[in-house]
């Protein structure tokens, strides 16, 4: 038997004092939000029958998923940050504007201000290059009309062979596998770098905490991140999730879309690989190009205003 006074005149007074609507300060979406916020919430401690000891152990797991920084990875985790993905594609067909690579999540570890370069970069510091596999990534950048689109700004970032980041994995040097590449005249970028590993979510962690209790698993499939931005086109987050990966349709954050599968190949030719710069004879070679809207108007073409880090020089 569910008990419910969520309803009554007397809760819903409280709630709408706790929400500052008796007071005519503060901010009305805000407080439009937080309404809804505490109803709902309200209902489900009544609908399912919270009980104390949940409810006490869901305020702790907020507090030790900020404590540890999660809150951003909980986020894709729960399939929200894709939600939200879904729901932009569809306001976005409503208003004819189709077609170009598809989007997909950020996720929690862009770090703003990486090393520019002018169409080549090289992206990592050298000291995997005992281990891990020479990438060369490289593709061109085009408009809606399938034109070149020199001068784009392709921001990139992705994991090292442990499947960590740097900023976030203080024993990695600053900016390591993070730049940004301006592409060239004919639109195209180029990057060495090496080859990622799938991410895995702090064993440890709050949010592992919760998949385990969902008997889900926290990995992502190796993939590469990309913010591509150019003056009179839309901004697009995106990522490249790797072919031949365990976790590719599998992905604990729900970024791998169709369309956004990288075909990578691995070559193995000394004669190759010395033309290259590389050591040994084994590289791998990644191409992949994209495709940019026009921005409807001029704030379409900046990412969002989300909270990201900064390096500190
Ligand atoms: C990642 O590398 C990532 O891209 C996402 C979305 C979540 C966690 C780690
Ligand atoms: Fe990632």
């Known amino acids: 038997m569910t008990v419910n006074v969520s309803h009554t005149a007397e809760i819903q007074r409280l709630f709408n004092e706790a929400a500052g609507l008796n007071n005519d300060q503060g901010n009305p979406r805000v407080k439009a939000i937080l309404l809804r916020i505490i109803n709902d919430l309200a209902k489900v401690i009544e609908d399912l029958d919270i009980t104390d000891n949940e409810f006490w152990f869901a305020v702790d797991y907020l507090n030790r998923l900020g404590g540890r920084n999660e809150a951003g990875l909980l986020v ?96 990695q040097t600053p900016y390591n596998l993070r730049r940004r590449i301006v592409t060239d005249a004919e639109g195209r970028y180029r990057a060495r770098s090496i080859v990622p590993s799938g991410y895995g979510c702090a064993p440890d962690g709050p949010t592992q905490e919760c998949l385990n209790m969902l008997g889900r698993h926290g990995q992502r499939p190796a993939h590469i991140h990309f913010f591509i931005s150019a003056p009179g086109h839309r901004h697009l987050t995106t990522q490249i999730n790797l072919s031949g990966e365990a976790y590719l349709w599998d992905d604990f954050a729900y970024a791998t879309r169709e369309g956004l599968v990288g075909d990578i190949t691995f070559v193995e030719n000394p004669t190759a690989a010395r033309e290259r710069g590389v050591q040994g004879a084994r590289f791998a070679e990644l191409t992949f190009d994209f495709q940019l809207l026009q921005a409807p108007h001029v704030d379409a073409e900046q990412r969002s205003q989300r909270p990201r880090a900064l390096q500190q020089a």
Not at 82 to 98: I, N, R
Request: proline share 4%; hydrophobic share 40%.
């Open 76 to 171: 894709p985790g729960l399939g929200l940050e894709h939600f939200l993905d879904v729901l932009q594609d569809a306001k976005d067909a409503e208003a004819g504007l189709t077609g170009g690579t598809p989007r997909t999540i950020e996720g929690p570890l862009y770090v703003a201000g990486a090393p520019m370069g002018e169409g080549e970069v090289r992206m990592d510091d050298g000291s995997e290059l005992d281990h891990a596999t020479v990438m060369f990534l490289e593709g061109v950048v085009r408009d809606n009309q399938g034109r070149a689109v020199a001068g784009a700004v392709v921001d990139l970032w992705h994991a090292n062979t442990q499947g960590n980041y740097s900023y976030f994995d203080k024993s």
